[in-house]
């Protein structure tokens, strides 16, 4: 399984290509133009929204070259397989962390203004937005192939986007946000078994479309 873990994550990391880049970069001049002390948090939630459709890419990949006929020769049962991938995708989350913490302390260097609330949002969101897209995403990849897992992903996007605009524009506050939280330390803990009991459940159905499709 160590192997398929390496694989995944070796086709994740080949798809940070030159347009990657430069959208990445097109981002980050936009929200530091127009974001001010946001810039960095909103940075880092489309980075998130990257690590996800990366994945994606990396499936497109396998799919070229045929890898699931090839797999299906190894002396590998679909647990591993669909456990490797699930893996992969956690495996990925310090990436977006990363991100989240860089360009938080970037935009604080910027503009001398640091919100410990902000950064803590941007953080919450890397470790929660790739899994989140990935469990959404590969039981339609697995059930229907990559055209329709893609077209799953666009209403992620669209929120995804719809949240970063209302930031943008001032509608959204990140102290808005916290006001709503009650006992923050609870809705972790519940939010965090609730997203550990959909991953599982994402990654039952994941096997058995893949065990369906020949």
């Not at 192997?3 to 940070?16: A, E, S, T």
């Not at 690590?51 to 002396?75: C, D, F, I, N």
């Amino acid at each position: 399984m160590r192997g398929i873990i390496y694989k995944d994550l070796c086709l994740f990391f080949k798809g940070v290509d030159k347009i990657v880049l430069l959208v990445l970069g097109g981002l980050l001049i936009l929200f530091a133009a127009e974001s001010g002390v946001y810039a960095g948090m909103l940075f880092s939630f489309a980075l998130d929204m990257m690590v996800g459709l990366l994945h994606l890419t990396a499936l497109e990949k396998e799919e070229k070259t045929a890898w699931r006929s090839y797999q299906r020769t190894m002396p590998v049962g679909v647990g591993k397989v669909m456990a490797g991938k699930y893996a992969a995708v956690l495996l990925t989350v310090p990436v977006s962390v990363a991100g989240a913490v860089v360009s938080n302390l970037a935009a604080f260097a910027v503009y001398g203004t640091f919100w410990p609330e902000v950064l803590g949002l941007s953080v919450l969101a890397a470790v929660a937005v790739p899994p989140v897209f990935a469990m959404l995403s590969l039981p339609f990849y697995y059930w229907f192939g990559n055209q329709i897992a893609q077209f799953t992903s666009l209403p992620q996007a669209f929120l995804f986007f719809y949240i970063i605009k209302n930031f943008e524009d001032g509608m959204w506050t990140v102290a808005d946000l916290t006001g709503l939280v009650g006992d923050p330390v609870s809705l972790l803990l519940l939010g965090t078994l609730g997203l550990a009991g959909l991953f599982l459940l994402s990654l039952v159905v994941s096997a058995i479309g893949y065990c369906q499709r020949k």
